[in-house]
């Protein structure tokens, strides 16, 4: 297995444990508290799969893994749970997208069949993934190829608002970042509909009555009925 794994768990014991058992089949990575699990899945990650014990002091592992969905959404989540912290491990699970729980002491063997189940899980969304991101853009690149040879000028403003719509998605450390590019590039696809007199006038040029007219003839064919208002793009 390749993918790498990390276990969150507060005694120190149960996580030497856990390295004996599973270093040789695993790509292992350990934290003895969520902070410090929340650190190492910023600075090492990303991670396929992290498990975390249930109890633990400042940020139990409901409260970990939640955060770990934050920061990594395509991150597998599993608890480890004692007996006394099984109603909270269920509500937890229930609610909280965590993909299964173990129950405390779990055998060798079925800790490491758990984490190859998480393994294959995580492939399989990262597969989905990508094969949603690669044929969604390629759809999209279609789309925007007729629309810049039907209006060279919205693609050009597409584009544009693409750059600034990524630029503001990563600064907001925004999750997949690619829907919100394939959105902006989109964005001006119903120009193609529009009569060409209308989509070519350009930005800041005088809006005429006549030009209102046909505005308004357009609206009242595809429903419109509020009170029509013109809004000239910067």
Not at 26 to 40: F, K, R, S
Not at 65 to 73: F, G, I, N
Not at 121 to 145: C, D, F, P, Y
């Amino acid at each position: 297995m390749s993918e790498r794994v990390l276990f969150v768990d507060d005694e120190p014991q149960v996580l030497e444990g856990i390295q004996r058992s599973l270093r040789k089949q695993v790509d292992l990575c350990t934290a003895p508290g969520g902070a410090q699990g929340l650190v190492l899945l910023r600075e090492a990650g990303p991670f396929a799969l992290v498990v975390a014990d249930m109890r633990m002091p400042v940020m139990n592992g409901a409260q970990f893994l939640a955060k770990v969905r934050e920061q990594s959404p395509d991150t597998v989540r599993m608890i480890l749970s004692g007996q006394a912290d099984l109603p909270a491990t269920i509500a937890a699970v229930n609610e909280g997208h965590i993909y299964r729980f173990l129950s405390k002491p779990c055998p060798a063997e079925q800790l490491l069949g758990a984490v190859a189940d998480g393994l294959k899980q995580h492939r399989m969304i990262t597969a989905e993934r990508v094969l949603l991101e690669q044929t969604l853009s390629g759809a999209v690149k279609m789309l925007i190829e007729i629309l810049g040879m039907v209006s060279p000028a919205a693609s050009s403003r597409a584009a544009r608002l693409q750059r600034y719509v990524l630029e503001l998605a990563e600064a907001l450390a925004a999750p997949v970042q690619w829907q919100w590019g394939l959105a902006a590039q989109l964005s001006q696809i119903g120009c193609v509909t529009l009569p060409k007199g209308i989509r070519l006038v350009p930005s800041g040029q005088e809006v005429t009555d006549t030009l209102i007219v046909r505005l308004k003839s357009i609206a009242e064919g595809v429903g419109v009925v509020e009170p029509f208002r013109v809004r000239v793009s910067i």
